[in-house]
Every structure is written in structure tokens, then in C-alpha cells.
């Protein structure tokens, strides 16, 4: 069976700090990783990974896949506040002509003042 | 414009009743999923359709049974209702059956068996 872990469970820093969110995973026929944030209500995308070594920046966050180590790194620099969230990884793993996703249990993140 | 919504955003219900939820997108996608979050917000697939035809049905009790009448909306009937429905159910949609980087999320579905 899929199975996707995340690490820690739970974290709480200061407004300012940078944080590191972890996901790995043991998948058959893995597609790509990606990584939601959720707030009060749906997920919504922060970024797909699909190959190895390549990161991917959007503002103060990025992440990059280790594909042979198999795992992900979610970083945040600078925190604020409105970071302060749920962050969900997730594998999309091929099941013939149609693929679907396996979560993680989730880092919940909180940035204090 | 809501691209994928659900209704209701609130359900409480007592144990053995039978319930509904309906969900509807509007970006024109081919594929449309139900998802369960727990309470300790661990979200797992559910099903999936494509073009109103099943393609994934993971281990769910067949007291749950997903209906698209059409490729646009995807309803989750669930039929004698057990404490441990209790539960966010989201609904999403994705482009086709590649899942990847297209799939939106509707605002979810609170579930509270009593």
C-alpha cells in the first residue's frame, strides 16, 4: 500500500524564522509529489515535483524531491504569521490510465509574534 | 465564480439516517473525485469518475455510493450513517485523469454524526 509520512507532526516558531517541512514516501508507478497548504477550509496547490534536484520557488517558499533517497523538503523562509497552517504533501501514483493521490498525515504549522 | 462547490457546507445528522451531498465544478474538467478528512486531518481518496464513469473506488464501506449524472457534478449518498462518518468530505476535480497540478478542491462538507 501507498504510504506518505511527514515530519514533524506539529511545529511552532516565531515570526521570522525559517522552517523545513518534511514528506517521504514509499509509492509504486510514482508520478509526482506535490504540496498543498490548508487553512481553515480546502487545500489548495503550492507546488508539483516531478524530477529530482530541481527546486521550485514561489516567493519566500520552495521545495525540492530526492527521487532516489525518496523524499521532499518543504522550506519556508521568514515566516509569517499567514503561514500559519496545515501543509499537506502528497504522491500522485499511476494506476493504469488514471492516477491518484496518497497524503500525509500533515505538518501543523503555527507562526507566533 | 465557484469553480468546484459543494452543498451543504454543514450536515448534522443522527446515527442511521440516510444523506446526501452534491458537488458541482465548473471548469469544464473531465474528472471528479470524493474525498474523507478525519478529524485529525488525515484526507484519503475516496472515488473518482471520469466522464460519469467510475474509476477509482478505494475501501469504502458500499453504504457510500458516489452518482454523476454528468461530468460537471459528482453526489455522495451515504446510507445508515455511522459515528465514524463523522467527517470533512471534500470534493475536488482535476482536467483528465492525470491528477497532478489541475485538481481543485471544493470548500468541503462537515459531517457530524450524533
Known amino acids: 500500500e501507498d504510504k506518505v509520512v511527514q515530519s514533524p507532526l506539529s511545529l511552532v516558531v516565531h515570526e521570522g524564522d525559517t522552517v523545513t517541512l518534511n514528506c517521504s514516501y514509499e509509492v509504486t508507478n510514482f508520478r509526482s509529489l506535490l504540496w498543498y497548504k490548508q487553512e481553515k477550509k480546502a487545500p489548495t496547490f503550492l507546488f508539483m515535483l516531478t524530477s529530482s534536484g530541481i527546486e521550485k520557488k514561489s516567493g519566500r517558499l520552495s521545495s525540492i524531491l530526492d527521487k532516489k533517497e525518496l523524499f521532499s523538503i518543504l522550506n519556508i523562509t521568514a515566516t509569517q504569521t499567514g503561514d500559519s497552517a496545515v501543509y499537506l504533501c502528497a504522491v500522485e501514483a499511476s494506476t493504469g490510465t488514471a492516477s491518484k493521490l496518497t497524503f500525509g498525515t500533515g505538518t501543523r504549522l503555527q507562526v507566533t509574534l | 465564480d465557484t469553480a468546484v462547490s459543494q452543498t451543504p457546507k454543514y450536515l448534522v445528522t443522527q446515527m442511521g439516517n440516510d444523506k446526501s451531498i452534491k458537488c458541482e465544478q465548473n471548469l469544464g474538467h473531465d474528472t471528479m473525485y470524493w474525498y474523507k478528512q478525519d478529524s485529525k486531518k488525515f484526507l484519503k481518496i475516496m472515488f473518482s469518475?471520469?466522464?460519469?464513469?467510475?474509476?477509482i473506488n478505494e475501501t469504502v464501506p458500499n453504504r457510500f455510493s458516489p452518482k454523476s449524472p454528468d461530468k460537471a457534478h459528482l453526489n455522495l449518498h451515504i446510507n445508515s450513517l455511522e459515528l465514524g462518518d463523522s467527517a470533512v468530505y471534500f470534493c475536488?476535480?482535476?482536467?483528465?485523469?492525470?491528477?497532478?497540478?489541475?485538481?481543485?478542491f471544493g470548500p468541503g462538507t462537515r459531517l457530524t454524526v450524533l
Open positions: 469518475y471520469n466522464n460519469k464513469e467510475l474509476i
Open positions: 475536488a476535480s482535476s482536467q483528465d485523469l492525470r491528477v497532478a497540478d489541475t485538481q481543485y
